[in-house]
């Protein structure tokens, strides 16, 4: 949608075109980067992982052309989507908390610029057509989701560690309680 929206729209507010460029620009080189250095990271550290690539090596191409949109398309490989093996990557924790923060530095770099850019375009054009308006609909609810997905994920960390410190009530037994009639 970010490219469709460049190009056809891009010079209705020419001061807007070169920030549009840059940050599609910069998000797609950082998002095939991180893409890359995943990958690589997996195939030198992970044995499971070469194995799954080296079966699947075509799907991991297409992942890795998908996450230049986004790198969080990585997480797909170890989602085990359908109970396919095909989605069974074995990534290592150390990549998927990569990814993790790959794609909370995409909503700083990429979906927030981008929700600007588009409000920003939305200000200053007297007619506004059908691109421009499913780009800021997509952009915002992007942005929105990606800010509550993180908030979850903070949350259920901090719920998470909460309970780790809980200390274990003494009368409590890590056996099942048996009752008995």
Known sequence: MDILFIVKNGHDVE?????SVIVLAVSIIFNVISAFKLFTYELKNNEKFLEWFIGNAKLASIFTILSSADVGA????????GGFELFNSSLSLKTQK??????????FIEDIPQLTIQILYRMNVITYSTIPLLSLITSSILVASDVLSRTYNLISGLYFI??????KDSNESDLPEVLID
């Open 15 to 19: 001061k807007l075109y070169i920030p």
């Open 98 to 107: 990569k990814i993790f923060y790959g794609t909370t530095a995409n909503l």
């Open 74 to 81: 990585l997480s797909i490989l170890n989602s085990r989507f």
């Open 162 to 167: 909460h309970k780790k410190k809980e200390p």
